[in-house]
């Protein structure tokens, strides 16, 4: 699967957020995207996946050659799209598991429960999420490092072929950022997939090895380079 962002531009509340962005990922591929707070980085995220508060006023997003900009976030997602959020919702009333077990079936064939529960287990235990919280509601009254390991565990079953992640590293501590790049890292070894990890800071790019870098500032690409462009942020800060 590729994913083509071609010379995007998008509006939130009447504002122009994202101006202009072109970005190409495919399966196999680790792109990083970085930048200050209010570039637009959660904006463009949200409009891959059709968030329907980010309006499209030009540009196009394909996916495989063919344009998804009219497509709902289900079909998307059917297509083998997924997104982490930066701040996961509480929704108290729908049980974790029920959620993880839908949405599981809603996108492959109907396999065996007793093997995808086992699945949950170990995955959960590789977050280190306690089990207690497999009982619960989806993310509610959890904390926020427990809400960013439950994305990353929903990233682990569901295995989307490219994959979109929110700054998977806010409000974590040293120990959970690592827990949590070791499972992105086992991601991607084990299905292959296309990941964009959006992120303001370069730690848990320690744990990574992304090949493409990409640094968006007031709504635009910047520049682009290797790992090396995130040692050069480290040591200058977003100074563009």
Known sequence: MKIEIKDLHVEVEGNEVVKGISIAIEEGEFHVLMGPNGSGKTTLSRTILGHPGAKVTGGD???????????????RAKLGLFLTFQNPVEIEGLGLMNFLNTA??????????????????????????????MGRSLNYGFSGGEKKKVEVLQLRLL??????????????????????????????????????????YSRILNYMKPEYVHVMVNGKI???????????????????
């Not at 996916?63 to 998804?68: E, L």
């Open 61 to 75: 997003i394909l996916a495989d050659g063919k344009s998804i900009l009219k497509l709902g976030a289900d079909k």
């Open 104 to 133: 599981n079936a809603s996108l492959k064939e109907k396999g065996s429960f007793r093997e995808f529960m086992t699945d949950v287990k170990d995955t959960a235990r590789e977050l280190d999420l306690k089990d207690d919280l």
């Open 159 to 200: 295995k989307p072929r490219i994959a979109i992640l929110d700054e998977p590293d806010s409000g974590l501590d040293v120990d959970a950022v690592r827990i949590v790049a070791e499972n992105i890292n086992k991601f991607r070894q084990e299905t292959g997939a296309g990941i964009l990890l959006i992120t303001h």
């Open 222 to 240: 910047v520049e682009e380079g290797g790992k090396d462009l995130v040692e050069k942020i480290e040591k200058e800060g977003y100074k563009y």
